[in-house]
């Protein structure tokens, strides 16, 4: 049924879903009162600090405009909550007196976990997403459900910065974009396109002194590919000097115009240009240190990059304002990428043919693999290679997939310098380089049994180190395939970073690993080829055989699987 009747259900439904997800978020929002009060009564020469850090988080995140939407809406429920919450509270409070040795101390962890911890926007993103309008103060009687955002808008201006931290008041960001030719009122966010922009980085000291000037382009695609290029840096009265061109992957937020990057480790420095939004903390005694990238859309339209980094009142500040340059130069490097992953395929499969119309098993003589370790400063690799022997005598240095697919008349063609000659003399083989008989150190496999079924968990792990001992990081990377029996298989993958820093006084380590998602489908093997067949519908063929005949070592593509 439509009509007047199925608007006001919708209308009744929005509204109790809203007044719900303000309640879950005033409920949880009581962990910024516990603190202020904790630390009011135990750390009293903390109070300043702690009030306007308290004050701060809860315009952060919408907190005051959250509770007087519920007073108006609903004043019993605000009641029955602060109730119940009121006697959580004396209840924690009890225990963290209790517990606590060094009020001092704990309460500065305690204000360190509401700024750097406490982000309700991410604890609870439907709830988030649904009191949007509340927050912002655009709420209506019965306001409808909103998308879901990635950032945290404030309730108290367009900048999304409720906070006044020196020299970043709101009249003076105003007055300089307005310098920079943007058009005032400004709202955040907004379409954005692809587009180059001219960006201007100051820094200044405790004083508003400027430091040193950065300036580049930053260029945004709609692909979400991103390049800063002319990048020059100048500190004082020192000389200019040009850093190298930039590229990432961006994220964008039409709604609050948070701009965040993804960027390797080669162009980390990115992340000093596009800062992360939010909160930090530094270490001991340092202020808050205030962070955000967006883009503004300004009264006629024109869009407008705004960053800063501020560490609060009378303390070193960094302001990016970035105008519309026109349109973008060149390639994003996310086409770039994908284009020279297409030519890397396709210069991989040049001499392939379709799958099973390659060498014959009469015409192989066999595969033999070798295993070197290579060393890399601190760093271990191990280094194999396959080479595929035919019975005329030649051999085949190239080996990508299996052999059954592999077009030799096309290879030997199209790539000569893949391809040699091999002799056995005695129980020692020999391949001919440069016109010279060399030894060839390498172990025969083992290709599979007809109808062969494979079973048990075969895994490969290998690291790596960047850095030293004392200041570096580990990365080590595992896969395991496991087969059945009945035919099927499953690849699983993990990554597992291990960082330390040691300053001679302190040493501190940390880890963080990922994973990926377990691949599961079916498969088949037959002579050299290894045929993964995925439950997503792709297929994968490839080369393996066992280094043994217990079966111990297989071999999938190249690299050596042990079994476990």
């Known amino acids: 049924m439509t009509g007047r009747g199925g608007t006001q259900a919708a209308d009744t439904t929005a509204t109790d879903a809203v007044v719900k997800a303000a309640s879950t978020l005033f409920v949880s929002a009581q962990l910024g009162g516990l603190i202020r009060d904790w630390c009011a009564a135990q750390a009293p020469a903390q109070r300043a600090g702690v009030d306007r850090g308290y004050a701060a988080w809860q315009a952060t995140f919408g907190l005051p405009a959250i509770e007087a939407y519920l007073r108006r809406s609903s004043p019993e429920l605000v009641n029955r909550l602060s109730s119940a919450a009121l006697a959580r509270r004396q209840e924690v409070n009890r225990l963290l007196t209790g517990e606590s040795q060094n009020p001092a101390t704990d309460c500065a962890n305690l204000r360190d976990l509401l700024m750097r911890h406490a982000d309700l926007g991410r604890q609870y993103p439907q709830e988030y997403a649904l009191t949007a309008q509340i927050r912002r103060g655009t709420a209506t009687a019965a306001p409808a459900p909103v998308a879901t955002t990635t950032g945290t808008a404030g309730t108290g201006g367009p900048f999304v910065t409720d906070t006044e931290f020196g020299p970043f008041y709101r009249s003076a960001i105003l007055t300089r974009l307005v310098a920079a030719g943007g058009r005032a009122p400004f709202r955040p966010g907004g379409a954005l396109k692809s587009a180059a922009y001219t960006c201007v980085q100051k820094d200044t000291d405790e004083n508003e002194t400027l430091e040193g000037t950065t300036r580049y382009t930053l260029t945004l695609w709609a ?8 990048l020059k840096r ?22 609050t115009g948070t701009i965040q990057i993804d960027a390797d480790y080669d162009n980390r420095m990115l992340e000093d240009l596009v800062v992360e939004a939010g909160v930090y903390r530094g270490v001991g005694d340092d202020a808050p240190r205030y962070n955000m990238f967006r883009a503004l859309t300004g009264a006629d339209g024109r869009m407008l990059l705004y960053g800063q980094q501020a560490y609060g009142a009378d303390s070193d500040t960094t302001q990016t304002i970035c105008t519309p340059a026109g349109a973008p130069a060149g390639l994003s490097p996310v086409e770039a990428a994908r284009r020279e992953q297409a030519e890397q395929e396709r210069i991989f499969n040049l001499y392939r043919t379709t799958p099973g119309a390659g060498a014959t098993p009469a015409q192989i003589e066999g595969i033999v693999h070798s295993y070197d370790n290579r060393y890399d400063g601190g760093n271990v690799t191990g280094e194999e290679r396959s080479v595929l022997l035919l019975r005329d ?18 290879s030997v063609t199209g790539e000569p310098g893949q391809w040699t000659r091999w002799r056995r003399i005695g129980g020692a083989l020999q391949v001919q380089r ?7 150190k390498a172990v025969p496999g083992l290709p599979f049994q007809k109808n062969e079924r494979l079973t048990g968990t075969y895994g ?3 690291a790596y180190t960047s850095g030293t001992l004392m200041w570096g990081a580990t990365s080590v990377w595992r896969q395991y395939y ?5 035919g099927r298989f499953t690849r699983s993958a993990s990554q597992n970073l291990y960082g330390t820093m040691d ?4 040493r501190t380590t940390g880890s963080a690993g990922s994973s990926r998602p377990d691949e599961e489908g079916t498969y088949h093997v037959s002579g050299y080829t290894l045929e993964l067949r995925y439950r997503s519908g792709r297929v ?3 080369y393996g055989f066992f280094w043994d005949a217990k079966r111990s070592r297989l071999v999938i593509g190249g690299t050596t699987y042990s079994r476990k």
């Not at 692909?223 to 002319?230: F, Q």
């Not at 496991?482 to 009945?486: A, Q």
């Not at 300053?503 to 302190?506: F, L, P, S, V």
Request: hydrophobic share 35%.
């Open 434 to 440: 440069g016109g010279q008989w060399e030894a060839l």
């Open 223 to 230: 692909d979400h590919g991103l390049r800063a290029t002319n």
């Open 234 to 255: 100048q500190w004082k009265a020192n000389a200019p000097y040009t850093l190298k061109d930039l590229v990432g992957r961006f994220t964008y937020d039409a709604n």
């Open 540 to 542: 994968d063929r490839t």
């Open 460 to 462: 490969h792990e290998s």
């Open 503 to 506: 300053n001679g006084a302190t």
């Open 393 to 410: 005598g030649r051999a085949y240095l190239n080996l990508r997939w299996t052999p059954h697919d592999l077009n030799v008349a096309a």
């Open 482 to 486: 496991t087969f059945t029996p009945d």
